[in-house]
């Protein structure tokens, strides 16, 4: 999927590691289990981010703007993309 991402749909993954640990690198130094930032929970386990979840109410926009409701609230596009991933 890694793999997939990076050379398929030419996703910065460095990119999105580096924010990742920048929403993160506070909560590891303190020993925190996890932080929520905007709406997104970061597990830590052993000073690693092991996975990523939505907030209720982040995950309940998802649902309604996947349903064609409150489209003009959907996030910009993504930064991560390198170029052109059209091929």
Avoid: W
């Avoid at 990119?15 to 590891?28: F, Q, W």
């Amino acid at each position: 999927m890694l793999r997939y991402l990076e050379r398929v749909l030419d996703l910065d993954v460095e990119a999105v590691r580096g924010l990742i640990l920048s929403e993160t690198k506070r909560a590891i130094a303190a020993g925190a289990s996890a932080v929520v930032r905007d709406g997104v929970r970061y597990v830590i386990l052993n000073r690693t981010v092991v996975t990523v979840l939505l907030s209720s109410k982040r995950m309940a926009l998802k649902e309604r703007t996947s349903s064609g409701q409150d489209i003009a609230l959907l996030p910009p596009q993504t930064p991560f993309m390198r170029g052109d991933c059209h091929g």
